[in-house]
């Protein structure tokens, strides 16, 4: 069971790669010079609360 688990896992982390490789080359080499800037997280608990509160208080469906 563990290793068809392992097989499986390994399986689902090169889905990314097996569907980037049909790609075309124009794509591939603009996405080189791509750099991932990660922001602030914006669903903390706190603010979560914050929305549901308003939506509430503003007889508006919960936004999710």
Known sequence: ???KS????GFVIQIDNMFSENFPEE?????KDL????GKDQNTFK???RRIKKAKQE???IPW
């Open 35 to 38: 750099e991932l800037k990660i």
């Open 1 to 3: 069971m563990i290793i």
């Open 59 to 61: 007889q508006l469906p």
């Open 27 to 31: 794509i591939k080499s603009t996405s």
């Open 47 to 49: 603010k979560i609360y």
């Open 6 to 9: 392992f097989v499986a896992l």
